[in-house]
């Protein structure tokens, strides 16, 4: 059981908004402001989309957002695009364990 | 750019040991913690170990502390993990990513099969 909780699968259409919660404790998402998002592709390795909850590394698509409430930390997908569709997780610092990541969401493009 | 490359995986049997490397370039090593990421087939991610940039501060996750061990040559501007008391749960993608907490690089992963 993963430490941070998030959807299963979400779906959108092309062109639509999507956003991927992802829901932790007072310990980890809720305490920090250390909440980063990830894209993989199958068979491709994580890449970087969001850190410190709100900011884009260079080379990221102004498409994707991230923002944060309480104890929750959402990841915004908007204009969706085909290449969208993959896996996407959250991770954040923690009190227990110093690194802990979402069980994952994968991202349907239909 | 910056690069990571992982070598060093294959098929283990339980109980036996692997070393993984990741070789980088492009940014000066000495700057930057490191970290180990695993990823189980058709899993999610997990934090596995991580170094400071130092070399100082290091710490393991519950699953592996006292069985893998973590360690860098800024020499060679590589990391290390030197696994041992190998179990079946350990079979994954071993990715090695820079500044931990972070991982805003990742290699491309080296397998590790751990099996009778």
């Known amino acids: 059981q993963s430490a941070l909780t998030q959807p299963a699968s979400v779906s959108g259409s092309p062109g639509q908004s999507i956003t991927i919660s992802c829901t932790g404790t007072s310990s980890d998402v809720g305490r920090y402001d250390y909440v980063s998002w990830y894209q993989q592709h199958p068979g491709k390795a994580p890449k970087l989309l969001i850190y410190d909850v709100t900011n884009r590394p260079s080379g990221v698509s102004n498409r994707f957002s991230g923002s944060k409430s309480g104890n929750t930390a959402s990841l915004t997908i908007s204009g969706l695009q085909a290449d969208d569709e993959a896996d996407y997780y959250c991770?954040?610092?923690?009190?227990?364990?110093?690194?802990?990541f979402g069980g994952g969401t994968k991202l349907t493009v239909v | 750019e910056v690069q990571l490359v992982e070598s060093g995986g294959g098929l283990v049997k339980p109980g036996g040991s692997l070393r993984l490397s990741c070789e980088t370039s492009g940014f000066t090593f000495s700057d930057h913690s490191m970290a180990w990421v695993r990823q189980a087939p058709g899993k999610g991610l997990e934090w596995v170990s991580s170094i400071s940039a130092s070399g100082s501060y290091i710490s393991y996750s519950d699953s592996v502390k006292g069985r893998f061990t973590i360690s860098r040559d800024s020499a060679r501007n590589s990391l290390s993990l030197l696994m041992s008391s190998l179990r079946v749960e350990d079979t994954a993608m071993y990715y090695c990513t820079r500044d931990f907490g972070l991982g805003d690089f990742w290699g491309q992963g080296t397998l590790v099969a751990v099996s009778s």
């Open positions: 991770s954040s610092y923690s009190i227990s364990s110093p690194w802990v």
